[in-house]
């Protein structure tokens, strides 16, 4: 067993983990984070996207060894005081889910992407959504929903 | 799946390192970006006794500068790379080629260095290396480094030059600067391995091609670097005609792999199209 130190949603947390422990399975089941999904086990999907020190990645294919002294944020650290973030918001206005599975991850990629890319086209949000999957194929209302978001988060910087 | 047990070691310098790699043999298998060996392990296609997880020390981190050379720690992130100003002005086919691994996820945390040593003949970093006549250091016991030219450094399938208790540190380019370039890769789906893939890096004058280089991405068990059609290529009007009859060779002597993505014959012929897109846009054409 190896002890790690991780900052998940804004919480400390110190435990011992087996070396082989995924980060996605620590987050589920050694916080209880069921927020963040196991989608294809290979790598593929994105549904197990986190923010590993603000930039994404797949918890599936890091080792939560790999995580210690760093600070994670999962879908269930996304919402501040009970309110959604604009891009969760944008995902339910625009109806951007059809059974949802992919949602976590694609929203926690879609805000990576934007503060890469405030202002992305189409394209680029197409294209920086490769990593996930929808097997549901939305991808229609997903990318509507990034561009709502954007907008959002502009006129919000642009407000305050 | 969840990876066999392991005992895990995260040194934080080169040399503890490489003393890890001494105590443990060949119980022992190097973690760099873990993009690749991860999902190994969980499909439990290997089970290392020890895994040596590079990713704590910052020596193996960064690009810099060395007089006419890049110098890139194996441990940059493609996604360091892809910020690297000096990449995009000295290296550009390096840029290029790495925009197009896998999908921004997977940039974020695989290595340049990882994807070298762990010379999958699909991936996309051999070919630019190769093409750019990169130098790869490694370290070995007691201190000891040697330099490995590319062209020596893909020995087979998954095979480098990089040895038992050896870790590849550094990735030297010699400087490229103001060549054209780029990486044209054929894939069905979105961030999926290249079915085929050609890098090419051309330094033009007066829209004709003065220098060319071409890599060659799953057209054999290593990355190939396609020196006839470099030479056929100089002096060459950067015209579609001229490149098609200078590029139409490159599939000569290859040995290329036949899957469900297609058979060799395709691959051969995949090459030669690939190429001269690849050449053409290289040139600004």
Redesign the interface.
């Known amino acids: 067993m190896?002890r790690i130190n991780v900052t998940v949603d804004g919480v400390r947390y110190s435990d011992e983990v087996?070396?082989?422990?995924?980060l996605v399975?620590y987050l589920r089941e050694g916080l209880g984070k069921t927020g963040t999904v196991v989608g294809c086990?290979?790598?593929?999907c994105?549904a197990c996207?986190v923010h590993?020190d603000g930039?994404?990645?797949?918890s599936?294919?890091?080792?939560a060894?790999?995580a210690d002294g760093h600070e994670v944020t999962t879908i269930e650290g996304l919402a501040t005081d009970g309110e959604l973030h604009p891009v969760q918001r944008a995902f339910h206005e625009t109806h951007a889910l059809q059974c949802g599975y992919c949602t976590p991850g694609m929203i926690m990629?879609a805000c990576?992407?934007l503060k890469e890319n405030a202002d992305p086209s189409e394209q680029e949000i197409r294209e920086?959504l490769?990593?996930?999957l929808c097997r549901c194929t939305g991808y229609h209302n997903i990318v509507k929903a990034v561009q709502q978001a954007a907008k959002d988060l502009s006129s919000q910087a642009v407000g305050s | 799946?969840?990876?066999?047990?392991?005992?895990?070691v995260?040194p934080t310098s080169v040399a503890d390192a490489v003393a890890a790699l001494a105590e443990h043999g060949d119980e022992a298998k190097v973690?760099a970006g873990?993009?690749s060996l991860?999902?190994i392990?969980?499909m439990r296609l290997n089970a290392p006794g020890v895994?040596i997880?590079l990713?704590r020390i910052p020596e193996l981190q960064g690009v810099t500068e060395d007089g006419d050379h890049l110098v890139i720690g194996a441990m940059t992130t493609y996604?360091a790379v892809l910020a690297s100003e000096a990449v995009s002005a000295h290296a550009a086919l390096l840029n290029k080629a790495i925009a197009t691994v896998?999908?921004?996820?997977?940039r974020?945390?695989g290595t340049v260095g990882g994807a070298l040593v762990h010379a999958d003949p699909a991936g996309d970093v051999g070919a630019p290396a190769l093409a750019l006549g990169a130098e790869l250091v490694i370290a070995g016991s007691g201190g000891s480094t040697r330099t490995v030219a590319a062209e020596d450094f893909f020995e087979d399938l998954f095979t480098t030059a990089v040895g038992e208790g050896e870790l590849l540190t550094q990735i030297r380019i010699p400087k490229h600067t103001g060549w054209g370039a780029h990486y044209e890769k054929f894939v069905r789906v979105?961030?999926q391995w290249s079915i085929v893939g050609v890098a090419a890096t051309v330094r033009s004058e007066g829209g004709s091609i003065a220098e060319a280089r071409v890599g060659l991405t799953n057209m054999g068990s290593t990355p190939l670097r396609a020196r006839a059609v470099e030479e056929a290529l100089v002096g060459k009007q950067a015209t579609d005609e001229a490149v098609r009859s200078a590029v139409a060779s490159v599939a000569e002597g290859t040995n290329p792999p036949s899957d469900l993505n297609g058979d060799a014959d395709y691959r051969k012929h995949l090459a030669t199209v690939l190429t001269r897109r690849a050449v053409l846009a290289a040139a600004g054409a």
Request: glycine letters at 8%; proline letters at 7%.
């Open positions: 190896t087996e070396p082989r422990t995924l399975q086990d290979t790598s593929n994105g996207t590993l930039t994404s990645v797949k599936c294919n890091v080792l060894v790999q990629q990576d992407l920086g490769e990593g996930n | 799946m969840i990876p066999a047990q392991f005992d895990y995260a973690l873990g993009q991860l999902p392990l969980r895994v997880d990713g996604a896998a999908d921004p996820q997977i974020h945390r979105s961030h």
